[in-house]
């Protein structure tokens, strides 16, 4: 059994109360400083992602460098992804919601992989006529979060492999079995794809260099626990003649069930509320989510209540705020006690309300340039 206080992070599993100061140490990344910020905020042209504000994205690979790179004429691109192994919920927009506005305010291209080959192997109990459904069901809500038809590049496993083939011969030829096995625990009886598949996940950090025959550097806003992946890319992206992807990594956002039962384990339907869950399920899931709340109301007016394990916090803090003064707001005043938890998910369910109504119209209008975006073929041949 493990301690009460062990936490495990990896691709396949999320698990326990992360300490988030360790996992920075266990996994050696560096923090993204004030100084970091304020360089990002310099060149956004005077803003920050409220992601970056509250504290989201907090650990990173080679961000200084990359950002030296961009500052001197030198741009790179973005890269992030996605496993679909069902509906999107609102916590999976945390790594898109940043590349969108990196790619709006520094004019950079993006590029999303669709993995459904990943989670056929990875989700015993899915097929594969589900995954490629959800594959493309994702990109459409990813892609109506905003992203430039120009500027914006799918690769989508199993109709992009012609693409992706000729490099991962290349990658997978410098990974061994003991590095995967030592990474992602994976054991005798794991099938051999996905042994494989980290050869994948790296490819389109090469890709754009690959096809311009030029160095073009990488940056991948993803989720901690997707590092461990991209520690191997970067172990042999110089062996293979490219830069090494740099990387920002957010939290894991905490469940609506409450922490310790991370969002990302896809199977309590009740911890998150899916893209494609109608306004009375919407509701019935923050009604009965977890708060920081007090026993009664006189309690909490009393002594208040606390935002840090609150998953209506967590919502309003990822996405639902819309200015840091509002959200300064809803925190002091849960805080003081004088927002009650009824009141405080009244006001975030509007929100909530209001951004499904939107994103369901940016769906549609998606749907005629989607699969435009899809890369089917190599551009050369090795
Ligand atoms: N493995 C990721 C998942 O399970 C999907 C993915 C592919 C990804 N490429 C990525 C995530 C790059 C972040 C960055 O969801």
């Keep these: 059994m493990p301690a009460p206080d062990e936490f495990v992070v990896t691709p396949y599993e999320v698990k326990g109360k992360i300490d988030y100061d360790r996992l920075r140490e266990l996994f050696g990344t560096q923090a993204v400083t004030p100084e970091i910020l304020a360089r ?22 080679d961000l200084v460098p990359l950002l030296d790179g961009y500052a001197n004429g030198r741009p790179f691109f973005l890269y992030s992804g996605r496993g679909p192994s069902g509906p999107l919920h609102t916590s999976h927009l945390v790594p898109f919601d940043l590349s969108l506005w990196l790619q709006r305010r520094l004019g950079v291209p993006m590029y999303i992989q669709i993995t459904d080959d990943e989670k056929f192997w990875a989700r015993s109990g899915l097929t594969r006529e589900e995954t490629a459904h959800w594959g ?11 992203f430039d038809p120009k500027r914006t590049h799918v690769f989508f496993d199993s109709r992009s492999i012609a693409a992706l083939y000729p490099l991962a011969i290349r990658v997978a030829r410098k990974i061994s079995f003991s590095n995967v096995k030592a990474v992602f625990g994976f054991e005798p009886s794991t099938n051999i794809g996905l042994v494989f598949y980290t050869a994948l996940q790296s490819v389109p950090c090469f890709w754009p260099s690959w096809a311009e025959g030029r160095s073009v550097p990488c940056l991948i806003p993803c989720g901690i626990d997707q590092d461990p992946h991209f520690r191997l890319t970067r172990d042999i992206a110089e062996g293979l003649g490219y830069p090494k992807p740099a990387l920002l990594h957010s939290k894991m956002v905490q469940g609506l069930l409450g922490e310790g039962t991370m969002s990302t384990t896809g199977n309590r339907a009740d911890d998150a509320l899916f893209l494609n869950d109608p306004p009375p399920v919407v509701e019935r899931k923050l009604r009965s989510a977890f708060t ?7 309690e909490q007016r009393r002594l208040g209540a606390t935002p840090e394990i609150c998953s209506i916090w967590a919502l309003w803090r990822t996405r639902f705020a819309e200015s840091d003064a509002k959200f300064a707001e809803v925190t002091r005043t849960c805080r003081s006690g004088e927002l009650l938890c009824g009141d405080c998910k009244g006001k975030v369910l509007e929100r909530i309300h209001e951004f ?15 699969e435009s975006t899809i890369i089917t073929t190599a551009p050369k041949a090795l």
């Design 40 to 61: 990002l905020h310099h060149l956004a042209g005077g803003e920050l992602h409220p992601l970056l504000t509250r504290g989201i994205y907090y650990s990173q690979r």
């Design 356 to 370: 499904y109504r939107d994103h369901a119209v940016a769906r549609e209008k998606v749907k005629d340039w989607a």
């Design 136 to 146: 493309l069901e994702n990109l459409y809500d990813i892609l109506a979060l905003g």
């Design 292 to 298: 920081g709340g007090r026993a009664t109301v006189e």
